[in-house]
T-cell receptor, first 114, second 111 residues
């Protein structure tokens, strides 16, 4: 079956702009998590959605938001971009987001803020 | 929040076993331990997971300490294709902020 897809793969924005990233999970998966990855910082958890509800949120400012649609596809939005938002943004889907579940990651969206 | 720590980097010779450690200092009794690896320019991929007992699959073995405060990913015969960043994960229960990946160990394989 098809894997997790993320669009776009690369994005260049300038400070102050906003950006929307999209993630399509594996068919049947209802949990989608988002991560920010910067050099030396590993995988920083942003938030997790399950059945259109945000269940869990990491320690990021309110400029970072997300949503999930009825088909489990998810989007994340970053408003008023800062230089420090330049990173690889990864989404991961799993069946129900429990401790036993394997997460399947997409290839990521590389965001560069100039 | 759960705290998961790993060494920043490790090196190993090709075709020798590799033991990658992870400390799960605040893991709870029902949290599974997962390991993922990230090859260059790719998203992380699943390697193995377990709860209490040791686990084996075609990619690796997972050894879990009796108190579950630490685990070790074992690659039995490392190849150049195993060069990657390895992440351990514990605590993925929704509804509370226990989700945590370790900072990752960059594994270098020496030919």
């Amino acid at each position: 079956k098809a894997g997790v897809t993320q669009t776009p793969r690369y994005l260049i924005k300038t400070r102050g702009q906003q950006v929307t990233l999209s993630c399509s999970p594996i068919s049947g998966h209802r949990s989608v998590s988002w991560y920010q990855q910067t050099p030396g910082q590993g995988l920083q958890f942003l938030f997790e959605y399950f059945s259109e509800t945000q269940r869990n949120k990491g320690n990021f400012p309110g400029r970072f938001s997300g949503r999930q649609f009825s088909n489990s596809r998810s989007e994340m939005n970053v408003s008023t971009l800062e230089l420090g938002d330049s990173a690889l943004y990864l989404c991961a889907s799993s069946f129900q987001g429990s401790s036993t579940d394997t997460q399947y990651f997409g290839p990521g969206t590389r965001l560069t803020v100039l | 929040d759960a705290k998961t720590t790993q060494p920043n980097s490790m090196e190993s010779n090709e075709e020798e076993p590799v033991h990658l450690p992870c400390n799960h200092s605040t893991i709870s009794g029902t949290d599974y331990i997962h390991w993922y690896r990230q090859l260059p320019s790719q998203g992380p991929e699943y390697v193995i997971h377990g709860l209490t007992s040791n686990v084996n699959n075609r990619m690796a073995s997972l050894a879990i300490a009796e108190d579950r405060k630490s685990s070790t990913l074992i690659l039995h015969r490392a190849t150049l294709r195993d060069a990657a960043v390895y992440y351990c994960r514990s605590g993925f229960n929704f509804g509370n902020e226990k989700l945590t990946f370790g900072t990752g160990t960059r594994l270098t394989i020496i030919p």
